[in-house]
């Protein structure tokens, strides 16, 4: 089969691999459509992701697929089944899989980070980890459930109420979950900052009521459709420039949301007494704790759209391009079909 294999910082291969066998309780899934991951670029450029990642390891934690084969001990889960995959194995049994906080496993396998997974062919996942899907979702659509179920705890943290006011700075596929989530969650008002134009244009089509150009005066155009204040500010950028901004925009007892990811050494300059005067919230967002079957809900009743912001569906042998050019990003989320 065929796989995106990772080796280091800018070592991506693509190689023929064995097709694995699935073990008792594991399941085969040919693997359809498979989501190009800001943490995906990070590992790549050398960095860590939400864990480290061993040199050997076919990267994509993003995907969804058709069952091929199960293991003897399977019962919820058949050859030709539709599904899609939560990359966040939990062990179950440490102290904060005991204590409900189970996203901070002190054993998690991570599909695509800590083992083998979507930029392949084919990928053995735990049958603990395979969700059925509608058949009225497509492979691509279904690719989109991690993210959206990462969005959904972050948005979770967020406590917007009916009739909130809310900043999203940056729209990409993330800024843009988030947009959707916002308004469904009944903020009234809800702004996306982007400096890309293309980007702009779909977050109105998304829900967004404003949409601004950080470089232009931002303030302003804020004060001039009567924005006082935001209740919720979201950033999707992971900048340290992106970051250093939300807070300053953040309003009086309002909570900022840091869900970008930033380079591991990255660090903010901020003002404790900003802080203090405004009482702000400061928070973050790790993976997606508990919220695989809220995203596939959302998905298979779109409710929530994650398609219209596809640039394009690209081959394995696209990938390193992708993965190592940032003009070829900006222009949207890609999702790698592994038998294009």
């Known amino acids: 089969m065929k796989s995106a294999v990772f080796y280091g910082k800018h070592n991506l291969r693509i190689e023929d691999l064995q097709k694995p066998e699935p073990k008792d309780r594991e399941v ?8 190009v991951c800001g943490t995906d670029v990070h590992i790549y450029e050398g960095d860590k992701g939400a864990a480290d990642c061993p040199s050997g390891t076919v990267l994509g934690h993003e995907f969804s697929g058709i069952v091929e084969a199960v293991g003897t001990l399977v019962t919820n889960y058949k050859p030709g089944d539709r599904v899609c995959i939560d990359p966040n194995a939990l062990c179950g049994e440490c102290y904060y899989c005991r204590n409900g906080i189970g996203h901070f496993c002190d054993h998690m396998i991570g599909i695509g980070t800590t083992c083998n997974g979507g930029f392949s062919e084919y990928c053995v996942v735990p049958q603990s980890q395979v969700y059925k899907i509608a058949d009225t979702t497509t492979f ?6 991690e993210p959206v179920a990462c969005c959904l705890h972050g948005i ?11 900043l999203v700075i940056g729209g990409g596929m993330i800024g843009l979950i988030m947009l959707q989530l916002a308004k469904l969650n009944g903020a009234s008002t809800v702004v996306l900052m982007e400096p890309v134009e293309q980007k702009r244009e779909m977050g109105r089509k998304l829900g967004a009521d ?14 001039d459709n009567g924005i006082s204040r935001f209740d919720v500010v979201i950033e999707c950028v992971g900048l340290p ?30 003002k404790p007494f900003e802080i203090f005067q405004k009482e702000i919230e400061i928070k973050a967002s790790f993976i997606n704790p508990y919220t695989q079957t809220r995203a596939i809900n959302l998905i298979d009743t779109k409710k929530i759209d994650v398609t219209s912001m596809v640039h394009k569906v690209a081959s394995l042998g696209e990938l390193k391009d992708i993965l190592s050019k940032p ?11 592994p038998w294009q």
Not at 156 to 166: E, H, L, R, Y
């Open 28 to 35: 085969l899934i040919k693997v359809m459509a498979c989501g």
């Open 140 to 145: 691509e659509e279904a690719a989109m459930t």
């Open 156 to 166: 979770d943290m967020c406590n917007i109420k009916p009739g909130s006011t809310v």
């Open 210 to 223: 404003l949409c601004i150009n950080p470089s232009d005066d931002v303030k302003s155009i804020l004060k």
């Open 241 to 270: 420039v992106t970051i250093a901004q939300a807070i300053e925009l953040a309003g009086k007892k309002s909570i900022v949301m840091m869900f970008g990811l930033t380079k591991p050494d990255d660090t903010v300059s901020i």
């Open 327 to 337: 003009e070829l990003r900006a222009m949207g989320k890609y999702i790698i079909g």
